[in-house]
């Protein structure tokens, strides 16, 4: 995992739990062979691919409205 690829996710994701949470869900689904949605170069791995939809705004958070805690959207 690169530096450069959490840096730029924690600026989307201030919340690190959630972050980790993210990148945790988003890695299971690229290694049962989700495709990525960003641009990837060869030497990414799966948790830099997350990390860069997460920066890239790809994948992102919503609130629930009934208890303030935040779910996932694709």
């Known amino acids: 995992m690169k530096t ?9 994701v201030t919340n690190k739990q959630q972050l980790v949470n993210m990148v945790s869900k988003r890695l299971r689904e690229l290694s049962a062979g989700s495709r990525p949605m ?9 948790a830099d691919i997350a990390l860069a939809e997460i920066a890239a705004g790809k994948i992102g958070t ?3 409205p009934f208890d303030g805690t935040t779910v996932e959207a694709v």
């Open 4 to 12: 450069h690829y959490i840096e730029e996710a924690a600026k989307v």
């Open 38 to 46: 960003v641009a990837v170069d060869l030497e990414m791995g799966l």
């Open 62 to 64: 919503e609130e629930s």
